[in-house]
């Protein structure tokens, strides 16, 4: 480009290249005009569907993550964002186009809600605490064991108190 254009635009460094004042101001305009090209370029073409999913920390890890993998193959023009708390987003405040959550109806008016899947809450523990009982436990003997504790206390819907 040097020869072509008949003037130095680099300093030769022992560690490199430097602008000469004819080439940074070069540069400077072959820049803008890349940025312009740049720009033109992207608005042909399409904006990635994005789409923001709030999730329980539990469901991501053990459900929703193990899946992304093909979920990006089979739709990879989707930009997908996962928000994973327990706490419930704000669809409007937190940008969120779709939340998974474990709960029961009735559900807000404005909310589009679907069953995903039911779920079954079973009680497990050690071997050594129902060691020489007969399985399973009838709920009087259950209740008699050390209650299990979760985010979603699901202990006293299990054993109906």
Not at 4 to 9: A, C, D, I, P
Not at 142 to 147: A, E, I, Q, S
Request: charged share 25%; glycine share 6%.
């Amino acid at each position: 480009m040097e020869d072509n254009l008949g003037l130095m635009l680099f300093e030769r460094l022992p560690k490199g290249l430097a602008f000469t004042p004819a080439g940074r101001a070069y540069h400077a305009e072959i820049a803008a005009a890349f940025g312009l090209l740049h720009r033109a370029t992207e608005t042909l073409r399409p904006a990635p569907k994005r789409v923001t999913i709030s999730v329980t920390p539990t469901f991501a890890s053990k459900w929703l993550i193990p899946r992304l993998p093909e979920f990006a193959e089979r739709h990879p023009e989707i930009d997908l964002r996962i928000l994973a708390t327990e706490g419930v987003s704000s669809f409007e405040a937190d940008g969120i186009d779709l939340a998974i959550r474990q709960a029961q109806p009735p559900f807000g008016a404005s909310l589009d809600a679907r069953l995903l899947f039911r779920h079954e809450v079973i009680a497990v523990c050690a071997p050594g605490l129902v060691a020489g009982r007969d399985l399973p436990l009838p709920l009087d003997e259950l209740t008699k064991l050390p209650p299990l504790h979760d985010t979603h206390d699901l202990w006293p819907r299990f054993v109906g108190r």
